[in-house]
């Protein structure tokens, strides 16, 4: 079970799919918990960016399929817009395609749509707190991919990381929480979320999972006897 947080702040949620039945049935499930509020709903991805804007929720329950503008390319535009707003992707299965895509493009991960209400509840309050919602199978192809070496442009300088945030990066390339780091490294889950937010804007990246792939790609791994 996830820990709900703190209940003075709730959790400001943008609905995102074009079958009003489900949507409405999201929103329903999400306005039973203390901790969430549903901010507004869309029925396509312009209609999801348009919202974003008006509301800058802390968490988009995002279709794929959509018309106008799908969920894929509504992603890009909020991340880009929105880098610190996070996604999460409302999925009938988790073998399309697409998925790979919306996680690259800087989704936090995904839910199915027959999952329980409390897998949403939950997945939704992970993904806010700055922890991706990605199964194994596809977290790996993911990192696979991140991990391959780039060209780096000799302009686009790096910024310095400081000695704290290399170790939270090490922590990262092993997939650990934010309850894991913090309780490694004797700092609250706030400071290590913090922490992570720098890391990711330094290193001019998306989510954990990218953060994940750069600290294996170029050396940050977890040593043995920090296991």
């Known amino acids: 079970m996830v820990d709900a947080g703190d209940a003075s702040r709730k959790i400001r949620v943008l609905v995102v799919d074009d079958h009003e039945l489900f949507r409405q049935g999201v929103c329903t499930i999400l306005g039973r918990a203390g901790d969430l509020e549903v901010v507004d709903q869309a029925e396509d991805g312009r209609q999801a960016v348009e919202k974003c804007r008006q509301h800058l929720p802390d968490v988009v329950l995002m279709d794929i399929n959509m018309p106008v503008c799908d969920g894929l390319e ?31 493009s800087g989704a936090s991960g995904y839910v199915l749509k027959n999952a329980s209400p409390q897998e949403v509840m939950d997945s939704v309050r992970r993904v806010s707190a700055g922890e991706p919602v990605i199964p194994g199978n596809l977290a790996m192809q993911i990192i696979s991919e991140f991990s391959k070496p780039v060209v780096k ?12 945030e290399i170790e939270v ?59």
């Open 74 to 104: 509504a992603t890009r535009q909020i991340k880009r817009e929105h880098p610190y707003v996070k996604i999460l992707i409302l999925t009938v299965s988790d073998a399309e395609e697409s998925l790979f895509e919306a996680v690259k």
């Open 153 to 164: 442009p000799v302009q686009q300088q790096v910024e310095q990381l400081t000695e704290r």
């Open 169 to 227: 990066l090490r922590y990262l390339s092993a997939g650990a929480t934010n309850k894991d780091i913090a309780q490694a490294l004797y700092i609250s889950e706030n400071t290590v979320r913090n922490h992570v937010r720098n890391i990711l804007e330094k290193l001019h990246l998306s989510n954990r999972v990218q953060a994940a792939a750069y600290a294996i790609r170029e050396g940050y791994v977890m040593k043995k006897d920090e296991d």
